[in-house]
């Protein structure tokens, strides 16, 4: 069982700054794949960005350039820093501990999931 536990969002404007974090009860260097996810209402989840194990990182096309997917393995922590925030941004992220490879790291439901940070961004 991992316990995930994010951190760090709240409501800022357009154009600002949010650092997410994620606190995990298992060391983050043996989890195959650790993703953030998000989901608007009314809308479904999806991956916004994910990291494996050697440190390879994809992002959702909609964030390219402006979010970085980080993990410190020391402190098992996973990042997501936000720039240039959109009001499409807007959302409850989630942190995922997947076992699965980085390319279907969005896939599916499977592996262990925190319960939410909310962010919202106004215009």
């Known amino acids: 069982q991992v316990r995930l536990v994010e951190s760090g969002g709240g409501s800022v404007q357009t154009g600002g700054s949010l650092r997410l974090s994620c606190a995990s009860s298992?060391?983050?260097?043996?989890?195959?794949?650790m993703a953030w996810f998000r989901q608007a209402p009314g809308k479904e989840r999806e991956g916004v960005a994910a990291?494996?194990?050697?440190?390879?990182?994809m992002y959702a096309d909609s964030v390219k350039g402006r979010f970085t997917i980080s993990k410190d393995n020391d402190k098992n922590f996973l990042y997501l820093q936000m720039n240039n925030l959109k009001p499409e941004d807007t959302g409850l992220y989630y942190c995922?501990?997947?076992?699965?490879?980085?390319?279907?790291?969005?896939?599916?439901?499977?592996?262990?999931w925190g319960q939410g940070t909310q962010v919202t961004v106004s215009s």
């Open positions: 995922a501990a997947r076992p699965l490879g980085l390319r279907i790291c969005y896939t599916g439901t499977n592996g262990y």
């Open positions: 298992e060391y983050t260097a043996g989890i195959h794949c």
């Open positions: 990291i494996d194990t050697f440190g390879a990182t």
